[in-house]
């Protein structure tokens, strides 16, 4: 009886050749990423000593800038931290700025077949790069940091084949949009994707894909290895690494076929993405205060060419604020170079530096009472971005582009014919 991905990068990792749903297992963490939050008053506890500081990245990314003294003060800790154990891979504010997730993908740090630990739930984006990622609590930061292990109970794994292309106007938020609705939640269970179809999906449609599977409550999300993702990853690090492919006959709970050609654009509802979303049709023509695109799941140069795209040459509606965030400043200068941010801005919108900001409702785009926003971003959880009574809506980029331009929430696909 074989074993699937994740059952196999566990086994890699811990001391058993074999494991199965159910184990406890002990992990070797090959890399902990520490970001702002962890620094902050409330959180910190101090780190006397440090592992392997070769395997230790700390970022600043939630409050970035800090916007108040209490993360400016977190902010001096993480520096004071960094210098003290000769942390080299550190972003701090400035062009290495960006989401701690987006930095993965832009720095070759998700080694396949390793174990990545950070203390943000969407860190489980970096299974896209076939490892097991996980967003883990303050004390088990901690423990990471300093003894370079972890522990892991291990779940069952649904297997979800890819199948077809995506028809034009609609993307990977439409397919998660689509897994949400149909399959709801995924408590406990590990996510495996592959199929014939995952060739065709860029590694930034595939990292919304991974991003957003915290979304879903699952444990990690592993896809499969390619050649395209293996060659990402060798293009941008010369760390060696073992991709672990999932045995034929591994078991799973159960295995899903997703048709791409059948996929379209989809909007979730306020307040949830599980078992909430609608065929655009159905919420269509409802007014918007606020677009939002951006976050560790849409901040992607791929999400910024699509935005822009939609917006080039026309006029974000005199009603609404858009606002656009890249996933790190890496990003936002190709954006720059390319043109997109002149389209973007040029239609009225207002780009920031990488950062979370409006995703988390901590600044750059906060919500006042009532008001309607779309977002290409990870959650639309009541009071997720501002004001409780803020109702947020969640779409593709195309779509949020789309809905910007009309006030309303609207169809991208006369953008894409």
């Avoid at 979800?160 to 990977?172: E, I, M, R, S």
């Avoid at 909430?276 to 918007?288: E, F, H, K, Q, Y």
């Avoid at 799941?297 to 858009?322: K, S, Y």
Wanted: charged share 20%.
């Amino acid at each position: 009886m074989g074993m699937t991905a994740i059952e196999k990068i566990l086994a890699r990792n811990g001391d058993g050749e074999v494991v199965r749903p159910g184990d406890i297992v002990t992990v070797r963490v090959e890399t902990a990423i520490l970001f702002d939050n962890n620094f902050m008053d409330t959180t910190w506890r101090e780190i006397l000593e440090v592992k392997d500081p070769g395997k230790v990245i700390v970022v600043f990314d939630h409050r970035a800038p800090a916007a108040q003294v209490a993360s400016a003060r977190a902010h001096k800790r993480g520096r004071e931290f960094v210098r003290q154990f000769g942390i080299d891979r550190f972003h701090d504010i400035g062009p290495e700025q960006g989401i701690s997730h987006v930095l993965v993908a832009d720095h070759g740090y998700g080694l396949p077949g390793t174990v990545l630990v950070c203390g943000d739930s969407h860190t489980c984006s970096a299974g896209v790069f076939n490892l097991a990622a996980r967003g883990v609590g303050a004390p088990d930061m901690t423990y990471a940091v300093t003894m370079g292990e972890t522990w892991f109970r291990v779940g069952e794994t649904i297997r979800y084949d890819l199948h077809g292309t995506l028809p034009p106007g609609v993307f990977a938020k439409d397919v998660f949009l689509y897994l949400a609705d149909r399959y709801g939640d995924h408590a406990t269970l590990n996510i495996e994707v592959g199929g014939p179809a995952l060739a065709a999906l860029p590694i930034n449609a595939r990292r919304t894909l991974a991003t957003m599977a915290a979304e879903l409550s699952a444990e990690f999300a592993t896809f499969e290895p390619d050649e395209i993702m293996l060659a990402h990853v060798r293009a941008r690090t010369q760390q060696p690494f073992e991709a672990q492919y999932p045995d034929a006959d591994a078991v799973y709970a159960d295995r899903r076929r997703i048709d791409l050609d059948a996929i379209e654009p989809l909007v979730a509802l306020p307040d949830t993405v599980l078992n909430n979303s609608r065929p655009l049709g159905d919420v269509a023509g409802t007014p918007i205060d606020q677009a939002f695109v951006g976050s560790c799941a849409n901040g992607t140069l791929d999400d910024l060419e699509v935005t822009a795209r939609v917006l080039h040459g026309r006029r974000i509606d005199l009603g609404v604020r858009m606002i656009v965030t890249p996933g790190s400043q890496g990003i936002y200068r190709e954006a720059l170079r390319l043109g997109y941010l002149q389209s973007i801005v040029d239609a009225g919108a207002v780009v920031t530096n990488a950062t979370c900001g409006a995703c988390g409702g901590g600044s750059l785009g906060v919500l006042g009472p009532g008001e309607t926003c779309i977002t290409a971003s990870t959650r639309n959880f009541k009071g997720r971005m501002g004001d409780p009574s803020a109702r947020i809506f969640m779409a593709s980029p195309a779509t949020v582009a789309a809905s910007a331009i009309a006030g309303t929430i609207a169809s991208p696909l006369a953008y894409f014919r």
